[in-house]
């Protein structure tokens, strides 16, 4: 610790604080436009200038000087803040005064300096910069005629977005942010840019000229995309939700947002919300009221209820709170008796809720998201991790620059993390994940790399046994790794001091179920990463609260029909009556077909969602909910975090939340229902060991992580090879960058960037078959075959193509089955 | 005793020749002073509305009857879709004047804005622009 006196105020801190850090922790306030506290020191704007006594009154940066023993410094003499009027002057004399036009006006540093500051003349003259303005782009507006050179935006691309969309161009005056060539920004559009710029020199076009920035009702929220769980402030004016607002201080990413989390929100306000309960008649769907729409409902549960309740099943989102979740566990299981409930297409939480729940005793990830910057080594199982879960790519890109973390991917196919500094991405034949974990598991038995407490955990005998047919030899050709390699990450895995597995999981991907996760853990638990800081493996569950569905248990639990079984069921006429909650099979679960088929020939659908989605046209009845924005309640991310949802905007038409809903009907059969959210929360916690002791108060700004104890065991799999067929292209899955299950369909910033499905393939293979980009081809399985754009890329190897899986248009659930690897063909 | 009343009927005479102050409106009108904050106009220049919709008038409005919708036009420019003053609702503070950092908002000397229905006190913008 140093200690120092700033402005006649003894403070003490670390010693590698700056002195702008130092003033902060004493409350004392010193400007900045260049600065922020997620970025490395620039010291270009000269507005913290301060004064140290020791360096003879010299005029020095406060943000990028680092303290000493027994400095003095003033950070408010008449001389510091004539230097700041003159800094103020000169950056005013290039930046237009077009505040009244301006979408930053508000919420801008230079504006709120200059006031501060009373710059209202200026001593200098000179021309205005004559840039040109980049429209082109639907989401980011670049006028670079307001800009004042503070760089945030290239640094906060280069250092953890890790895009690199910007640079400064030439020199002096004539310096300029651009882009490659100085053309239309073309990035990922994360918007990381616009929200640290100081100034409008970078604006969110879906917001620009909606609202001033002060007349903006902000709401600290959770993310409802991925299950990063971000923090998340909405901007909201006339019960709209208008735009996301940046909170440098909000939650374990500092604010830090990804594209579909800033620019997707416009799904709240769309015009394709549902506002009045539709009611099948005459093979048409009417409006109707809640009671007759509910009064249907209610009349089929209840006789269910009567016939005991094998009769009816339902699906649900995870994107539904805590609180929901856990009334609509209970409409099913103690209202209507019935076990017959499931989510994410039923393999999509298994890594959870079987693997992780066998493996370790609870179905949630041994490790949290402060682990991925604090681990030695991170072995990521796929580069689609970036893809699914944004924000905690970016915390990978920090831990892999800032803290020297060594990145090593296992997946069929590179992505953006390959791309980081001393990242190696050893490419493996689609769907051989756990042939390839067994053999690192092999590796590390044989060579006797194995952590001293792994031989007394119960199963070890066992999974050696099993582990004798995975020789890295025998099975370098069934992963398509040589054996050399295999053996190296398996040894760099086994003696790096803490290491930590990522294993993305959703609906796009159908290897990483409950197998894929216990070789992942048995991996972990051997070389004993398993309970300690840094190490673990975080199983990154795919929607907003797919944790905290895992947590909750709704997945059947008795032997009950699973999401598979109830699709059966519907179709041999087991299952008579179908809830389905703002899940979308049609779309999302594979095989389309065979999931129209299953939902046609139900007796009774009832569909409670957001929009008319293709699984709700095919309904008897339709339920209006409420997303995210008009509600209350908690979501639970990957990293265990409990978190606070609120309530920003009153339900859209005549919608009503789920919570609302499910009362109504578990009353009516009557179930009691608990009084409010926090005695649901309460019960909760009452019931969910792991949640046991939190309430709704205690959770506070930042939520809270909840405590697991392991109760470590080795479970033995299996893996197998995947057979190909001759002349066939394999096919995987998974998500694109700007979307996230079908709901950001609905949102216009994804649907700006990525509009429609597609397929990527290799560049050999593409002019092997003569496709050029964006040229339509058939995709051909054994169970179909899909219309779709070709993408060209380099990331694949040869023989694999990906599509995402999101859209409804020739979905891509049109050819798939649930398999981790489709085998397809590709024809002009 | 007589003094007071001759005096008293003094000021009643010499009032009967001065001119009146009651003006006989409407067949007298008056011409209220250059300051006076009547009906708001929105200054017009190169044939539209100055008003580049900087939402000042609203926020500075203390009886919140100013109604401003941006819009983009095709030179990409900021300007007022829609704006609305509800009559019914106006002080006449003229703190919109004030508020306006483009000059584009002023108050006329009309002041006979009585009407029969609610609605028409309702100043959309085609009716507020400067004639």
Same mark, same amino acid.
Request: net charge neutral; with cysteine; charged share 20%.
């Given at each position: 610790?140093?200690?120092?006196?700033?402005?006649?105020?003894?403070?003490?801190?670390?010693?590698?604080?700056?002195?702008?850090?130092?003033?902060?922790?004493?409350?004392?306030?010193?400007?900045?436009?260049?600065?922020?506290?997620?970025?490395?020191?620039?010291?270009?704007?000269?507005?913290?200038?301060?004064?140290?006594?020791?360096?003879?009154?010299?005029?020095?940066?406060?943000?990028?000087?680092?303290?000493?023993?027994?400095?003095?410094?003033?950070?408010?003499?008449?001389?510091?803040?004539?230097?700041?009027?003159?800094?103020?002057?000169?950056?005013?004399?290039?930046?237009?005064?077009?505040?009244?036009?301006?979408?930053?006006?508000?919420?801008?540093?230079?504006?709120?300096?200059?006031?501060?500051?009373?710059?209202?003349?200026?001593?200098?003259?000179?021309?205005?910069?004559?840039?040109?303005?980049?429209?082109?782009?639907?989401?980011?507006?670049?006028?670079?005629?307001?800009?004042?050179?503070?760089?945030?935006?290239?640094?906060?691309?280069?250092?953890?977005?890790?895009?690199?969309?910007?640079?400064?161009?030439?020199?002096?005056?004539?310096?300029?942010?651009?882009?490659?060539?100085?053309?239309?920004?073309?990035?990922?559009?994360?918007?990381?840019?616009?929200?640290?710029?100081?100034?409008?020199?970078?604006?969110?076009?879906?917001?620009?000229?909606?609202?001033?920035?002060?007349?903006?009702?902000?709401?600290?929220?959770?993310?409802?995309?991925?299950?990063?769980?971000?923090?998340?402030?909405?901007?909201?004016?006339?019960?709209?939700?208008?735009?996301?607002?940046?909170?440098?201080?909000?939650?374990?990413?500092?604010?830090?947002?990804?594209?579909?989390?800033?620019?997707?929100?416009?799904?709240?306000?769309?015009?394709?919300?549902?506002?009045?309960?539709?009611?099948?008649?005459?093979?048409?769907?009417?409006?109707?009221?809640?009671?007759?729409?509910?009064?249907?409902?209610?009349?089929?549960?209840?006789?269910?209820?009567?016939?005991?309740?094998?009769?009816?099943?339902?699906?649900?989102?995870?994107?539904?709170?805590?609180?929901?979740?856990?009334?609509?566990?209970?409409?099913?299981?103690?209202?209507?008796?019935?076990?017959?409930?499931?989510?994410?297409?039923?393999?999509?939480?298994?890594?959870?809720?079987?693997?992780?729940?066998?493996?370790?005793?609870?179905?949630?990830?041994?490790?949290?998201?402060?682990?991925?910057?604090?681990?030695?080594?991170?072995?990521?199982?796929?580069?689609?991790?970036?893809?699914?879960?944004?924000?905690?790519?970016?915390?990978?890109?920090?831990?892999?620059?800032?803290?020297?973390?060594?990145?090593?991917?296992?997946?069929?196919?590179?992505?953006?993390?390959?791309?980081?500094?001393?990242?190696?991405?050893?490419?493996?034949?689609?769907?051989?994940?756990?042939?390839?974990?067994?053999?690192?598991?092999?590796?590390?038995?044989?060579?006797?790399?194995?952590?001293?407490?792994?031989?007394?955990?119960?199963?070890?005998?066992?999974?050696?046994?099993?582990?004798?047919?995975?020789?890295?030899?025998?099975?370098?050709?069934?992963?398509?790794?040589?054996?050399?390699?295999?053996?190296?990450?398996?040894?760099?895995?086994?003696?790096?001091?803490?290491?930590?597995?990522?294993?993305?999981?959703?609906?796009?991907?159908?290897?990483?179920?409950?197998?894929?996760?216990?070789?992942?853990?048995?991996?972990?638990?051997?070389?004993?990463?398993?309970?300690?800081?840094?190490?673990?493996?975080?199983?990154?569950?795919?929607?907003?609260?797919?944790?905290?569905?895992?947590?909750?248990?709704?997945?059947?639990?008795?032997?009950?029909?699973?999401?598979?079984?109830?699709?059966?069921?519907?179709?041999?006429?087991?299952?008579?009556?179908?809830?389905?909650?703002?899940?979308?099979?049609?779309?999302?679960?594979?095989?389309?077909?065979?999931?129209?088929?299953?939902?046609?020939?139900?007796?009774?659908?009832?569909?409670?969602?957001?929009?008319?989605?293709?699984?709700?046209?095919?309904?008897?009845?339709?339920?209006?909910?409420?997303?995210?924005?008009?509600?209350?309640?908690?979501?639970?991310?990957?990293?265990?975090?409990?978190?606070?949802?609120?309530?920003?905007?009153?339900?859209?038409?005549?919608?009503?939340?789920?919570?609302?809903?499910?009362?109504?009907?578990?009353?009516?059969?009557?179930?009691?229902?608990?009084?409010?959210?926090?005695?649901?929360?309460?019960?909760?916690?009452?019931?969910?060991?792991?949640?046991?002791?939190?309430?709704?108060?205690?959770?506070?700004?930042?939520?809270?992580?909840?405590?697991?104890?392991?109760?470590?065991?080795?479970?033995?799999?299996?893996?197998?090879?995947?057979?190909?067929?001759?002349?066939?292209?394999?096919?995987?899955?998974?998500?694109?960058?700007?979307?996230?299950?079908?709901?950001?369909?609905?949102?216009?910033?994804?649907?700006?960037?990525?509009?429609?499905?597609?397929?990527?393939?290799?560049?050999?293979?593409?002019?092997?078959?003569?496709?050029?980009?964006?040229?339509?081809?058939?995709?051909?399985?054994?169970?179909?075959?899909?219309?779709?754009?070709?993408?060209?890329?380099?990331?694949?190897?040869?023989?694999?193509?990906?599509?995402?899986?999101?859209?409804?248009?020739?979905?891509?659930?049109?050819?798939?089955?649930?398999?981790?690897?489709?085998?397809?063909?590709?024809?002009? | 005793?007589?003094?007071?009343?001759?005096?008293?009927?003094?000021?009643?005479?010499?009032?009967?020749?001065?001119?009146?102050?009651?003006?006989?409106?409407?067949?007298?009108?008056?011409?209220?002073?250059?300051?006076?904050?009547?009906?708001? @106009?929105?200054?017009?220049?190169?044939?539209?509305?100055? /008003?580049?919709? #900087?939402?000042? *008038?609203?926020?500075? %409005? !203390?009886?919140?009857?100013?109604?401003?919708?941006?819009?983009?036009?095709?030179?990409?420019?900021?300007? @007022?879709?829609?704006?609305?003053?509800?009559?019914?609702? /106006?002080?006449? #503070?003229?703190? *919109?004047?004030?508020? %306006? !950092?483009?000059?584009?908002?002023?108050?006329?000397?009309?002041?006979?804005?009585?009407?029969?229905?609610?609605?028409?006190?309702?100043?959309?913008?085609?009716?507020?622009?400067?004639?």
């Amino acid at each position: 610790m140093v200690n120092l006196t700033i402005d006649g105020k003894q403070v003490t801190v670390p010693k590698d604080a700056t002195i702008y850090d130092a003033a902060k922790s004493a409350g004392i306030k010193i400007p900045i436009l260049c600065h922020d506290k997620k970025l490395h020191p620039f010291g270009g704007c000269r507005m913290c200038l301060v004064e140290v006594e020791q360096m003879k009154g010299r005029q020095i940066p406060a943000c990028t000087t680092p303290v000493t023993e027994g400095m003095i410094v003033s950070t408010m003499t008449p001389e510091i803040v004539k230097a700041r009027k003159l800094v103020l002057e000169l950056l005013l004399l290039k930046h237009p005064i077009d505040c009244p036009v301006c979408d930053a006006a508000g919420d801008c540093d230079l504006q709120n300096l200059t006031y501060e500051y009373e710059v209202n003349a200026n001593r200098f003259q000179d021309e205005k910069f004559q840039h040109k303005i980049d429209y082109e782009n639907p989401l980011i507006e670049r006028d670079m005629n307001r800009c004042v050179h503070c760089g945030k935006c290239a640094r906060i691309c280069d250092e953890i977005v890790s895009y690199g969309a910007y640079s400064f161009l030439n020199r002096g005056l004539e310096a300029k942010i651009g882009t490659e060539f100085d053309g239309p920004l073309n990035c990922e559009f994360c918007g990381s840019c616009v929200s640290v710029c100081p100034v409008g020199a970078l604006i969110s076009r879906p917001f620009k000229f909606k609202a001033r920035w002060w007349s903006l009702n902000k709401v600290k929220t959770v993310c409802s995309y991925c299950g990063t769980g971000c923090q998340l402030t909405l901007g909201v004016k006339d019960n709209k939700v208008l735009t996301t607002i940046y909170d440098e201080n909000q939650g374990f990413h500092n604010g830090q947002l990804c594209t579909r989390g800033r620019f997707g929100y416009q799904f709240v306000n769309s015009d394709k919300r549902l506002t009045t309960p539709l009611v099948k008649k005459n093979g048409r769907l009417e409006q109707a009221t809640w009671d007759e729409a509910l009064g249907l409902v209610r009349q089929r549960l209840s006789e269910a209820k009567i016939a005991g309740g094998a009769t009816v099943a339902g699906l649900v989102t995870p994107r539904l709170t805590n609180e929901e979740l856990y009334l609509f566990k209970k409409l099913f299981g103690q209202g209507l008796g019935s076990d017959n409930i499931d989510h994410s297409a039923g393999y999509a939480h298994e890594a959870l809720t079987a693997g992780a729940s066998e493996s370790l005793g609870y179905p949630a990830s041994p490790a949290s998201i402060s682990d991925i910057q604090a681990t030695d080594l991170l072995l990521v199982v796929k580069s689609d991790a970036y893809e699914t879960h944004p924000v905690l790519g970016f915390e990978v890109n920090l831990g892999v620059k800032r803290k020297g973390v060594n990145l090593r991917i296992v997946s069929d196919k590179k992505g953006k993390l390959s791309r980081l500094p001393n990242a190696a991405t050893y490419i493996h034949r689609p769907g051989s994940e756990v042939v390839l974990f067994n053999a690192l598991a092999k590796v590390i038995v044989e060579e006797g790399l194995a952590d001293s407490t792994a031989t007394s955990l119960p199963g070890y005998a066992e999974l050696v046994q099993s582990l004798s047919a995975y020789a890295p030899t025998a099975v370098a050709g069934q992963c398509g790794m040589s054996a050399d390699d295999i053996t190296a990450l398996a040894r760099e895995y086994a003696k790096a001091e803490k290491a930590l597995i990522l294993l993305p999981i959703g609906i796009g991907y159908p290897g990483h179920g409950k197998v894929l996760a216990q070789s992942v853990i048995n991996l972990a638990l051997l070389t004993g990463k398993i309970g300690k800081e840094g190490c673990g493996v975080l199983i990154m569950g795919e929607k907003n609260n797919s944790q905290g569905a895992a947590d909750l248990g709704i997945h059947p639990v008795a032997g009950g029909r699973d999401a598979a079984g109830i699709l059966e069921g519907c179709v041999s006429g087991a299952i008579k009556t179908l809830y389905v909650v703002g899940e979308n099979p049609v779309v999302s679960y594979p095989n389309r077909k065979k999931v129209e088929s299953a939902l046609d020939s139900v007796e009774f659908l009832v569909v409670q969602d957001l929009f008319l989605t293709e699984t709700a046209s095919k309904a008897d009845v339709v339920l209006p909910a409420c997303s995210f924005a008009e509600k209350n309640g908690t979501f639970t991310s990957v990293g265990k975090a409990v978190q606070k949802v609120r309530k920003a905007i009153a339900p859209i038409g005549m919608a009503r939340s789920d919570f609302e809903i499910f009362s109504d009907l578990y009353s009516s059969l009557g179930g009691e229902v608990p009084k409010g959210l926090d005695a649901t929360f309460n019960e909760i916690a009452a019931e969910v060991p792991s949640y046991s002791g939190l309430t709704l108060e205690k959770l506070g700004e930042n939520g809270s992580v909840y405590p697991v104890t392991n109760k470590p065991r080795f479970m033995p799999v299996v893996g197998s090879a995947q057979e190909s067929t001759a002349g066939a292209m394999a096919l995987v899955t998974g998500s694109a960058l700007n979307h996230c299950g079908t709901l950001s369909l609905y949102g216009e910033g994804p649907m700006y960037v990525c509009p429609e499905g597609y397929i990527e393939l290799n560049n050999g293979d593409a002019t092997k078959l003569g496709v050029e980009e964006g040229q339509s081809v058939t995709v051909r399985s054994s169970v179909g075959e899909v219309k779709l754009k070709a993408k060209v890329s380099m990331r694949l190897p040869a023989g694999v193509v990906f599509s995402p899986y999101h859209f409804s248009d020739m979905s891509i659930n049109g050819i798939t089955d649930g398999a981790s690897v489709t085998w397809v063909t590709i024809s002009k | 005793m007589i003094m007071p009343l001759i005096n008293g009927l003094k000021i009643t005479l010499k009032h009967l020749f001065m001119k009146p102050v009651t003006l006989q409106y409407p067949d007298e009108r008056p011409t209220p002073s250059p300051n006076y904050r009547g009906l708001h @106009a929105l200054k017009v220049s190169h044939n539209r509305a100055k /008003c580049v919709a #900087c939402y000042l *008038c609203p926020t500075v %409005c !203390p009886a919140k009857c100013i109604t401003v919708e941006a819009g983009e036009d095709q030179n990409h420019d900021k300007y @007022a879709e829609r704006y609305e003053i509800d009559l019914l609702r /106006c002080i006449f #503070c003229g703190y *919109c004047v004030e508020a %306006c !950092p483009v000059d584009a908002l002023k108050m006329t000397d009309q002041f006979e804005l009585a009407n029969y229905k609610r609605e028409d006190f309702v100043f959309v913008k085609e009716r507020l622009l400067e004639k």
